[in-house]
T-cell receptor, first 111, second 114 residues
Framework: QKEVEQNSGPLSVPEGAIASLNCTYS??????FFWYRQYSGKSPELIMS????GDKEDGRFTAQLNKASQYVSLLIRDSQPSDSATYLC???????????FGSGTRLSIRP | DAGVIQSPRHEVTEMGQEVTLRCKPI?????LFWYRQTMMRGLELLIY????????DSGMPEDRFSAKMPNASFSTLKIQPSEPRDSAVYFC????????????FGPGTRLTVL
């Protein structure tokens, strides 16, 4: 089992709809969770971080964390074509360890 | 402020040659990370430094790979000898501390080994 798992996609969502991206992780004591966006040919950039159970909202983005079920999700409301990218889920199992990245989900917003 | 700077941006070399990738972290950041990204394996952490000291190099694939951080503003990743399977995009990232802090990625070096 991979430490961080994501569906590779592509996930196709119509413009204006809600895009839902999911991620599961294997280490139950993981403490920090991140979503990175990576445009084709570019480097990853952090868009959300979440550390406690529940929802965290930032503009059109909402991160959801459920530690009991070991999953973290990212919702993108009012999807725009500019949201088309690969979204990487990343997990830090403990405060002193490295971040583990998932393989990414490719999101395509169709006009 | 300048972000993470990497050079070269593109490198094409022949099998067996030595390759050196360079990284300048964001000023004030004390943690530096080297990643490799391929379609097959995704984004893999190769090694990371904290306060110029290598902390975890378990991701370095073979002895052909080595990394140094002689001071807080410069790091190198060297591959000697290079092989075609080393072809990938190599990213450097830096952060303020290792825990709970955002990692800022450089633009990457696209390495092609023929």
């Amino acid at each position: 089992q991979k430490e961080v798992e994501q569906n590779s996609g592509p996930l196709s969502v119509p413009e204006g709809a809600i895009a839902s991206l999911n991620c599961t992780y294997s280490d139950r004591v993981s403490q920090s969770f991140f979503w990175y966006r990576q445009y084709s040919g570019k480097s990853p950039e952090l868009i959300m971080s979440i550390y406690s159970n529940g929802d965290k909202e930032d503009g059109r983005f909402t991160a959801q964390l459920n530690k009991a079920s070991q999953y973290v999700s990212l919702l993108i409301r009012d999807s725009q074509p500019s949201d088309s990218a690969t979204y990487l889920c990343a997990v830090r199992p403990s405060s002193a360890s490295k971040i583990i990245f998932g393989s990414g989900t490719r999101l395509s917003i169709r006009p | 402020d300048a972000g993470v700077i990497q050079s070269p941006r593109h490198e094409v070399t022949e099998m067996g040659q030595e390759v050196t990738l360079r990284c300048k972290p964001i000023s004030g950041h004390n943690s530096l990370f080297w990643y490799r990204q391929t379609m097959m394996r995704g984004l893999e952490l190769l090694i990371y430094f904290n306060n110029n000291v290598p902390i975890d190099d378990s991701g370095m694939p073979e002895d052909r790979f080595s990394a140094k951080m002689p001071n807080a503003s410069f790091s190198t990743l060297k591959i000697q000898p290079s092989e075609p399977r080393d072809s990938a995009v190599y990213f450097c990232a830096s952060s303020l501390g290792v825990s709970y802090n955002e990692q800022f990625f450089g633009p990457g070096t696209r390495l092609t080994v023929l």
